[in-house]
């Protein structure tokens, strides 16, 4: 989506990557769901939610790359020495922002999108921009709460002794245990020099913006993908 940024102003970009490759579900950014290729999710979610100048798509797919152009977004070819599975997401996002950089579109703030959190609603990412504008903290990123807390949680020997679990685990009921959250990789927003300046995704001052578990879906494997169509088919 070209045209000026809404939601409170500032100059926001959001920056989709999607690389060919997927060992444990090859062609993954392709794959149909709801009868959507996955990245097309990010993008539709982008562009409907009216924040953003511009929508760059990062891919050495040429499918990718072809379907962000007709979606009306900026198709960035990704160089091979970052498609591999080896390169760092950082190393992918600042290729982007560089890029813009040089052509002197530098944005105040982007926000990366993962195609692999197809879920994430339009709200989720009006919210952040809000949170962003109200805080003015360097970063809003997304999570959800866990599922299972980790005190509940511990190593286990190698021929499945629980000696050693049972002693370390908390007894409490889980009503009584404080919550705990995960990163959930469906948002992260961030100011853009806080990032070129090398502090990654999790700057100092960082702020949560949390999302509902049945729209924190992370997609990595079939199962996953099973789950997401499940809860897209009863939407």
């Known amino acids: 989506m070209r045209g000026k940024a809404e939601a409170g102003g500032g100059d926001i970009v959001a920056i989709i990557p999607a690389r060919a490759g997927s060992k444990r579900l090859p062609g993954k ?8 290729p996955l990245v097309q999710w990010s993008i539709d979610r982008a562009r409907e939610s009216g924040v953003f100048r511009e929508i ?13 152009t007709r979606l009306d977004s900026t198709a960035v070819e990704r160089p091979a020495h970052l498609a591999t599975d080896q390169a760092s997401l950082v ?6 922002l560089e890029r813009a950089r040089h052509q002197g579109r530098l944005p105040d703030a982007f926000m990366l999108l993962q195609p692999t959190s197809p879920l994430r609603a339009v ?6 921009v809000e949170l962003w504008h109200e805080t003015q903290a360097p970063a809003i990123i997304s999570v959800s709460e866990a599922r299972h807390s980790p005190l509940w ?8 002794d629980m ?13 009584e245990l404080p919550r705990y959250y995960c990163l959930n990789g469906a948002i992260y927003l961030l100011d853009s020099r806080v990032f070129l300046a090398g502090q990654g995704f999790l700057p100092a001052g960082a702020r949560a913006y949390c999302m509902p578990q049945e729209r924190s879906v992370d997609i990595d494997t079939p199962l996953d993908m099973a789950f997401a169509a499940f809860l897209v088919s009863r939407q």
């Open 29 to 36: 950014n392709m794959l149909e769901l709801g009868g959507r």
């Open 56 to 68: 760059y798509v990062s891919s050495d797919d040429p499918a990718v790359l072809q379907l962000a």
């Open 91 to 96: 190393e992918v996002v600042r290729h982007v």
């Open 123 to 128: 709200e989720d990412i009006q919210r952040a």
């Open 153 to 160: 949680c511990a190593t286990l020997s190698e021929d499945g």
């Open 163 to 175: 000696k050693d679990f049972i002693a370390t685990i908390n007894s409490r009921q889980s009503q």
